[in-house]
């Protein structure tokens, strides 16, 4: 079983920058990619960004130039660099892998 934990949610104002983490259990992250979603409440889980195994990304309009998706496979782990923040991305936030999901973590921010 794989498990993966979120870390580094919290609350911050609007204009603020949060780093989220996402450590993987074992080793699943070098061949495969990694994505964070998010779910704000009454809405569905959309994906913010995603890394390729060779470390491709892609992200969400509402988020580009603002966020950014990196990866330390030596640390099994994903990164969410989050800057300039808007209260419009308070939601929980996600990680994925393959099949797997994170217990997510919550990021509010205030205007």
């Known amino acids: 079983q794989v498990q993966l934990v979120e870390s580094g949610g919290g609350l911050v104002q609007a204009g603020g920058s949060l780093r989220l983490s996402c450590a993987a259990s074992r080793s699943i992250f070098s061949a495969n990619s990694m994505g964070w979603y998010r779910q704000a409440p009454g809405k569905q889980r959309d994906l913010v960004a995603s890394?390729?195994?060779?470390?491709?990304?892609r992200y969400a309009d509402s988020v580009k130039g603002r966020f950014t998706i990196s990866r330390d496979d030596a640390k099994n782990t994903v990164y969410l660099q989050m800057n300039s923040l808007k209260p419009e991305d308070t939601a929980v936030y996600y990680c994925q892998c393959k099949n797997y999901w994170g217990q997510g973590t919550q990021v509010t921010v205030s205007s």
């Open positions: 890394i390729g195994s060779v470390g491709f990304t």
